[in-house]
């Protein structure tokens, strides 16, 4: 291989084995582990960007390659001069082995030429790259014994043909036999086992729209990306047909069954019945102006499609509409990589890749981290916002990869309808009512008791705490949660303003702040405070110093501070240095062990050259982990002004100083934003634990 770079080629010797989930669980493996990660496919199905494989993989964060360089050849290619490919193919992948520390390849897919002949020219390839094949079989309705000897004749073939190979993965198998399939598979290699799951097979809507060449006529469209469960033929009467209904199906019935259709609809809406996936209308009929009214007036975001085929060729075109593991089904992306977590390991397999860790923090690695630490030991998280579709598919992932355990506030009936309606998969979620009486009872007692002093009575404790950022923050104060985060569709003074009343500081502490955790390309920095604190005092600085030195510590940050100013030593005057130099003395008076230095300038505490000549004798310039700003117009508006010109990934504003975590989300928040931020304030509550056992 070229330069430095690592390679390794996942092969199978046959169609059907689940090729894919291999390839994005090693392929996000990497990401997390080294610099820049490279796929490539040697023989692509079409060289026009439609290849769903190279397109899941290029749409994972941290692989940055385009779909024309990530190309070897096509199946014509191969066809008309094999052994002009094969150099073609050796070519392209130095290119992209140039620009990257390790690089994915993914053989073909068998759907061109004889199995044999596909096989035999993967081999070739991987022996001419040099890359070791990860060799991908499947278990679906095979015995252990037969999965070890397709394994077996499938590493003979590789190697006949001077391919090596360096791990076995057995996918689709019985989730019953995964040890025994695991005892029967070679010692000599690395091995792994993972079953079956239903979601990776079942198809899009999207894909069985695109099979009956069918027209959306109503519902929501994003929802035809939503997985398909069941197909059902619906000709019978509407009262037989709702008894045959199952959760994310499609129902084919023909266009003229208005009855069927309106039932379907109700149904669909109606507590009690099954979520469906949509309504295919056969056989080229028109609905009548009437009932397309009615359907419009009714609302339902449930696709209903439209296609001239008979029955027949409706539903056999349906039932072979075959699932795929494609980058625009998040259900599908999150459940692969779950499983891939879960049964693989990601240790042996990259000693078996060969690639060494990286001393780089990409923001992608830190995110990782950031998951996998809260995974390690989960803890209980509480969502007021339900009505939200962000948090339900954020709750989907987290809940998917086992990263917390949640309960989201609102109306269970709604919200698990509309999670179905979303097709994602929320079932071990807690639901809770804000109304829940023995709930609103014990908070109302609390709330009053903690606010006497206020004057507040019990009655209108009990207005107060249903509003939903009170009733999770009172959650988390009564144990039923150990963490809260909200403020997708609230302010940050409607989310944080019940911690302050009820929670109130850690032991120690005078001030609740924020942090940014601002991952740069290649480290994470922490921002204080950027979010909370308009102009805090010298005592007050001081204070949000050291919750910023101990935050960087729960997250595995080396914290040296730097007390920001306009002036860097001891050359500025004025109020605004004056309290940033009498902050810096507090906190070394305090905290003599903590690494801090101040007042400084931006670009010494961050740049190695600049603090050279501006502080050469500074234990922190030029290596600052941790950046006090000295009030919050700065710190918010250089948090931005990095975020945007920088292209740093800002996670926060992360607070601190309560005494359980509460976490505030932009209005603005994406998914994943949604999905750091539980992360982060379960590792909160895991190192508050432990100070609680420690204490």
Sequence with gaps: MEGVSRSIYIASAEGHTGKSTVALGITALLTRTVGRVGVFRPVARVADGSDYVLDLL???????????????????????????????????????????????????????????????FNARIAANLGSPVALVVHGRDRTPHEISQVVEQSRSELEFHHARVAAVFANRCDPEQLDEVRAVLPADIGVSALPEEPVLVAPLLSALVEAVDGTLVSGDASLLSREVRDVTVGAMMPEHLIERLREGAVVITPG???????????????????????????????????????????GSALPVIETDLGTYETARRAWSTRGRLARDSALKVDTALSM?????????????????????????????DLLDRARAA??????????DDRILRAASTLLTRGVVDLTILGVESTIRARAAELGLEIDDARIVSTSDEELVSRFAHVYADARSHKGVTIEQAREVIQDVSFFGTMMVLEGLADGMVSGAAHTTAHT???????????????????????????????????AVNPDPTAEQLADIAISSAETARQFHIEPRVAMLSYSTGS??????????????????????DLVVDGPMQYDAAV???????????????????????????????????????????AIGPVLQGLRKPVNDLSRGATVQDIVNTVAITAIQAQEMGSEENDA
């Design 378 to 387: 989960r803890r209980h998280i509480v969502l007021p916002e339900g009505s």
């Design 256 to 298: 003229d069954r208005s009855d069927a259709l309106l039932a379907l609809l109700a149904a669909h809406a109606a507590e009690g019945f099954p979520a469906l996936a949509g309504i295919i209308l056969n056989g080229g009929f028109k609905s009548s102006e009437a009932i397309g009214r009615l359907v419009s007036g009714l």
């Design 571 to 592: 050359s500025g005057t004025g109020s605004d240095v004056d309290k940033v130099r009498e902050a810096t003395r507090i906190v070394r008076e305090r905290r003599p």
């Design 607 to 649: 740049e190695p050259s600049v603090a050279a000549s501006k502080a050469p004798d500074s234990p922190v310039a030029g290596r600052a982990t941790v950046l006090v700003f000295p009030d919050l117009n700065t710190g918010n508006n250089t948090y931005k002004a990095v975020q945007r010109s920088a292209g740093a990934v």
């Design 58 to 120: 290029l749409g994972h964060d941290g692989v940055d390659l385009s779909y024309e360089d990530s190309v070897g050849v096509t199946y014509d290619d191969v066809h008309e001069d094999p052994e002009k490919a094969l150099a073609t193919i050796v070519a392209r992948y130095h290119e992209v082995a140039k620009k990257c520390d390790a690089v994915v390849i993914v053989g073909t897919d068998y759907t061109d030429v004889s199995g044999a002949a596909e096989f035999e």
């Design 340 to 368: 891939f977590e879960r049964y693989v390991d990601a240790d042996a397999l990259i000693d078996v890749l060969d690639v060494a860790r990286t001393d780089v923090i990409t923001p992608l690695m830190f995110e990782y």
């Design 496 to 530: 944080i303003t019940p911690s302050f009343q009820v929670i109130k500081t850690a032991p120690g502490v005078s001030i609740v702040s924020s942090v940014f955790l601002m991952c740069l390309a290649d480290r994470v920095l922490v921002y204080g405070d950027c």
